[in-house]
């Protein structure tokens, strides 16, 4: 695990740095820096499903154990796991609006957009 997590880090890196490093002029580091916040927000949501996709799944299993266990209280149970799946669906939601402000607000755009006007 430790493996994996310094290359995704230094493979993370890498990308930061390679559209400016390898840029040719401005404009090109720019895009650059434009491709670098596209895989950001895939690898953002990418990553922030994954929680709540584990955390679904173990509130269903816990849900229809105890419904096996206790045919009586399935009502409860239920309303109590749909009331719990909305809360955990809200992180993947979260997780998407962020991503959506990187590719489609693009908090940087006032440094990056004067280099692209300046194309060659």
Do not use: C, H, W
Request: aromatic fraction near 8%; charge should be neutral.
């Amino acid at each position: 695990m430790k493996k994996f997590a310094l290359f995704s880090l230094a493979f993370l890196g890498f990308l930061g740095i390679a559209g400016v490093a390898l840029a040719a002029d401005d404009t090109q580091a720019a895009l650059g820096v434009i491709g670098n916040v596209a895989i950001a927000a895939g690898i953002g949501i990418g990553l922030g499903v994954v929680g709540p996709g584990i955390g679904q799944g173990l509130t269903m299993l816990g849900a229809l154990t105890g419904m096996a266990r206790n045919p009586e209280q399935t009502g409860t149970l239920r309303v109590y796991m749909l009331i719990g799946l909305a809360l955990i669906e809200s992180l993947a939601i979260y997780a998407l609006v962020i991503s959506l402000i990187l590719l489609y607000a693009f908090p940087f755009a006032d440094q990056v957009v004067p280099f692209l006007g300046s194309g060659s």
